[in-house]
């Protein structure tokens, strides 16, 4: 799975948003807020990953159990799957 | 070609409907033999072809394709008749902008001349963007050398707001661009100017000013305002930033603006009524140190 194309992430004064860019600023208005390891798994979908890549990667970057990795993933994946931003 | 500055931009420019141009630009008219920011043509036809070129995009009615030099072209088709109704053809950097209009689009509220305005308008804010400033969608008004941009959804009352501003100031107020003033970082401070881009409203005038604050305006029974935290701020400056369907990068280019934005103007959000007491409400908080009473 990966990102759709058409969204910015950018850093602004320490708020960590996306704003949608391009064709999908028709379709979607307004903007989505993450914290810090929401904007690390939204980077990370920038490319195809699974799942496990995913637990993974950020199991490196914060030095979590698998469990707790897994349940964010799954959450993660999930909010932005039903706001159909995954392909 | 006629040439006018706009907002420090170097523009060469000739237009299909010169009359109207001529009046609306009459202020910001030029004889700066500068070098040139932006070539603005328009023309008319009785008949648009399909522009040829590498096929990029269909968004909508739209057709995206990049010729073999470069430029860009973008058709769109009339909904009504399925003939192509425009087509702003442009270099990547929009520094040249040439808009072919069909003579017969026939719409129930736009004239040509208004698709011409309009078009003209997206023409200058993307090269505006690309060089590094942004549009707002705003009433902005200067006062001792300070602008204000109120800023809010069409219809809520920014005009309104305005003009208050100006009924109770008179001659201390200029009402700079009832719709979209233009906004430069020149030196690392934002400035806001006068753009002849102003909505359905003439109300514009070539000033700029050291931008001073940013109020968005929500409709209420009371009069109060607040400063917005970063994120409120982002997300309301980033709704009223247009940024173009048909291009992302440029648009990825207006947080850039909103980011400089946020760490130097400060960002309000106005709850108001049409009333004086709304004006004083505003006023007393960013000229907080000269307070009055209505």
């Known amino acids: ?51 496990t890549e995913l637990v993974l990667a950020l199991q490196d970057e914060y030095e979590i159990d698998e469990q707790t990795a897994l349940l964010d993933v799954k959450q993660f994946v999930e909010v932005l799957s039903r706001a159909g931003f995954l392909q | 070609m006629k040439r006018a500055n706009i907002a420090g931009l170097h523009i060469e420019y000739s237009m299909a409907d010169a009359a109207f141009f001529d009046y609306r630009l009459r202020s910001y008219v030029s004889h700066d033999i500068a070098d040139r920011d932006l070539l603005l043509r328009t023309t008319v036809h009785e008949h648009i072809d399909s522009p040829h070129g590498q096929f990029i995009k269909q968004i909508k009615s739209a057709t995206i394709v990049q010729a073999q030099d470069g430029h860009i072209a973008r058709s769109i088709l009339d ?26 689009r026939s719409h129930p509220i736009f004239t040509l001349t208004d698709y011409e305005y309009m078009y003209t308008g997206f023409a200058f804010k993307d090269r505006l963007t690309y060089l590094g400033g942004a549009v707002l969608h705003g009433s902005a008004i200067a006062m001792n050398n300070a602008g204000i941009i109120f800023s809010a959804n ?104 909103i980011e400089q934005l946020i760490t130097t103007v400060p960002v309000y959000q106005l709850h108001c009524n049409i009333s004086y007491e709304a004006v004083q409400v505003v006023y007393n908080k960013i000229f907080a140190e000269k307070e009055i009473t209505i």
Request: aromatic share 8%; hydrophobic share 35%.
């Open chain 2, 154 to 257: 069409s219809g809520v009352g920014k005009s309104t707001h305005a003009n208050l501003w100006k009924q109770y100031f008179k001659d201390e107020v200029t009402i700079v661009n009832d719709d979209k003033p233009a906004i430069r970082m020149l030196n690392g401070l934002p400035y806001m100017f006068g753009t002849p881009w102003s909505g359905k409203t003439e109300l514009n005038a070539n000033v700029q000013a050291p931008l001073k604050a940013i109020v968005f305006i929500k409709r209420s029974d009371r009069n109060d305002i607040e400063r917005l935290n970063t994120r409120d701020s982002i997300f309301a400056l980033s709704s009223q930033i247009e940024r173009p369907y048909y291009d992302g990068q440029l648009g990825a280019q207006t947080l850039d603006v």
């Open chain 2, 79 to 104: 909904r009504e008749t399925g003939k192509i109704a425009a087509v702003v053809r442009s270099k990547p950097d929009y520094s040249e902008v040439e808009i072919q209009l069909w003579k017969h």
């Open chain 1, 1 to 51: 799975m990966k990102l759709i194309s058409g969204f910015s992430l950018r850093t602004i004064a320490d708020s960590r948003v996306v704003v949608p860019v391009g064709e999908t600023t028709i379709s979607f208005k307004g903007m989505i807020t993450l914290n810090g390891s929401g904007a690390f798994l939204w980077e990370q979908l920038g490319t195809d990953k699974t799942e």
